[in-house]
C-alpha cells in the first residue's frame, strides 16, 4: 500500500541519499488504541513526527534489533517515545503530567528549564547477556545555546554530533498523517567527514549535499502530509536522476504481551502484590503504548509466586 511505504533511494553520481515516509493507517490506528482525545494536539503531533523519524533512521542502517528514539523533558511532557523494530514496525507514547495548550511548542512541551535531553537508543536483538545497549544522548540546545525549536532540529544535531553525518530531516504529523523526508550526505573514511577537509572532492560533495538540501527545504508542511511520497520526490527532485529501492512497509505494532507484564509485576514482590489486592481485588496493569488492559486476580497473582510444579489451575477471569 503506496501510503505506509517507506521509499529508500540515492542521487545518481552524487554522494547523497535519503528516505521518505508517509504513514496513514497505521498512524491512525497508534491514536485509536489510546484515544485521541488522551493527549492534546502538539502532543500527538510530536509522537507522530517522532514515529516518522524513527522510521527513517532505522531505515537507513543495518541494525538487527529495535531503535528507540525518546524525548526527556521537564515541561508537562516527562516522556515521549517512539519505537521501532528491525521490520519497521512501530509503536509510540507519552506520558503528560500538565496541561498542554494548543499551540505548544517543542520548547513548551519538553524544554521549559533547559532540561531536556533526546536520547537515541540501539538495542540489538542478540544482547549478550550482561551487556547494555548502545544509547547516545544531546540536550535539547544547539551549538550557540539556543534552543532546539522543532524536533527536525533535535535529531540533525544528534546526527552531527554523534554520528558525524550532515543531515537535513522534515517532519510533520496531524491526526491522519505522520510523515518525513531524511536526506543525508554519505560518509567518507577518515577524519574528512565533517567538511574539514580542503580536499577539491571533498568540497564538491559538500557543495552536492548543500544544493540538494536546499531544494528539500522548499517543501511546506502542508505539502508533506497531503502528497503522496512519488509526487513529493517528483516535485522536489524532478531535475536530479534519482535510483529508488523496493519500498518498505511499516505498521503500528504493539510487543505487550500478558506474559511479559506478568513478569514485570513479580519484580515488584509478593508483599506489594498481595496489598495491591487487599485494596482492590484485582491488579490491573494498562500498556503504556497501546492501552491494553492487563488484570490479576488472587489466582494469578498467587500462581506468579507459586513453583512451576504446584500451580493451581490458571484463573477464569476474563482478561
Avoid at 542521487?11 to 489510546?34: M, N, Q, Y
Avoid at 522543532?150 to 558525524?164: A, D, N, P
Avoid at 519500498?247 to 508483599?271: D, H, I, K
Avoid at 491488579?283 to 492501552?291: I, K, L, P
Wanted: glycine share 8%.
Amino acid at each position: 500500500m503506496e501510503a505506509e511505504n517507506v521509499h529508500k533511494f540515492l542521487f545518481d553520481g552524487l554522494p547523497v541519499c535519503g528516505a521518505i515516509v508517509r504513514l496513514t493507517e497505521s498512524w491512525r490506528e497508534t491514536l485509536k488504541r489510546r484515544g485521541v482525545a488522551t493527549f492534546a494536539r502538539p502532543v500527538r503531533a510530536l509522537m507522530g513526527e517522532m514515529t516518522a523519524a524513527g522510521v527513517l533512521m532505522h531505515s537507513s542502517i543495518k541494525f538487527d534489533g529495535a531503535l528507540i528514539l525518546q524525548v526527556h523533558g521537564d515541561g508537562p511532557v516527562k516522556l515521549a517515545v517512539a519505537e521501532i523494530q528491525q521490520n519497521l514496525n512501530f509503536r509510540a507514547m507519552a506520558k503528560v503530567v500538565g496541561a498542554v495548550g494548543d499551540t505548544a511548542r517543542l520548547q513548551d512541551l519538553v524544554n521549559v528549564q533547559g532540561l531536556g535531553r533526546c536520547v537515541i537508543t540501539l538495542d540489538p536483538k542478540k544482547r549478550p547477556p550482561g551487556t547494555e545497549p548502545y544509547q547516545g544522548v544531546v540536550p535539547l540546545y544547539g551549538d550557540q545555546r539556543e534552543p532546539l525549536s522543532v524536533l527536525s532540529e533535535v535529531i540533525e544535531h544528534y546526527m552531527l554530533q554523534s554520528e558525524q553525518l550532515d543531515t537535513r530531516l522534515m517532519l510533520a504529523a496531524n491526526d491522519d498523517v505522520a510523515a518525513g523526508l531524511l536526506l543525508q550526505r554519505m560518509p567518507l573514511s577518515g577524519a574528512g567527514n565533517l567538511g574539514n577537509s580542503e580536499d577539491e572532492a571533498q568540497i564538491g560533495r559538500n557543495e552536492d549535499f548543500n544544493r540538494i538540501a536546499l531544494l528539500a527545504a522548499t517543501l511546506t508542511r502542508e505539502e508533506l502530509l497531503s502528497l503522496d511520497n512519488g509526487t513529493l520526490l517528483r516535485r522536489l527532485f524532478w531535475e536530479e536522476s534519482l535510483r529508488r529501492f523496493r519500498p518498505l512497509t511499516s505498521r503500528f505494532n504493539c510487543s505487550c504481551a500478558r506474559e511479559r507484564v506478568g513478569n514485570m509485576l513479580v519484580g515488584l514482590g509478593r508483599v506489594e502484590m498481595e496489598s495491591i489486592l487487599s485494596e482492590r481485588n484485582l491488579v490491573e496493569v494498562g500498556c503504556d503504548f497501546c492501552g491494553q488492559l492487563y488484570h490479576f486476580d488472587a489466582v494469578d497473582v498467587g500462581a506468579m509466586f507459586t513453583p512451576k510444579l504446584d500451580q493451581p489451575p490458571p484463573s477464569q477471569v476474563m482478561h
